[in-house]
């Protein structure tokens, strides 16, 4: 059992930077690919960056490529997401999972945060 928890969202302006992290509780976190989502009202939840279980595979979605960074760290439980230069398209609630591989499909992750709000104004 993994038990995620998201912090960092925010309101802020388009170009501005927030980071997000995702803290887990459970003994097995390490063994685990770590992935970031984000769904926006009215759209289907979407795939952002995913970090293999020993951070050996990376990989983002297009939209993000280049301005967002995913990370973790084994010692503290955590895999954070950096964001820069934001846009308004970027507003979403953002989740991080769990799931066995490094993936950008939703159902290949079993275990989810309950999100945290991301805001960006033009």
């Known amino acids: 059992q993994v038990q995620l928890v998201e912090s960092g969202g925010g309101l802020v302006q388009a170009g501005d930077s927030l980071r997000l992290s995702c803290a887990a509780a459970?003994?097995?976190?390490?063994?685990?690919?770590m992935g970031w989502f984000r769904q926006a009202p009215g759209k289907e939840r979407e795939f952002v960056a995913t970090?293999?279980?020993?951070?050996?595979?990376?990989s983002y979605a297009d939209s993000v490529k280049g301005r967002f960074t995913i990370s973790r760290d084994i010692a503290k439980n955590t895999v954070d997401l950096q964001m820069y230069s934001l846009k308004p398209e970027d507003t979403a609630v953002y989740y991080c999972?769990?799931?066995?591989?490094?993936?950008?499909?939703?159902?290949?992750?079993?275990?989810w945060g309950q999100g945290t709000q991301v805001t960006v104004s033009s």
């Open positions: 999972a769990a799931g066995q591989m490094a993936s950008p499909e939703v159902d290949e992750y079993g275990y």
């Open positions: 459970g003994r097995t976190f390490s063994r685990y690919a």
């Open positions: 970090i293999a279980w020993n951070g050996a595979s990376i």
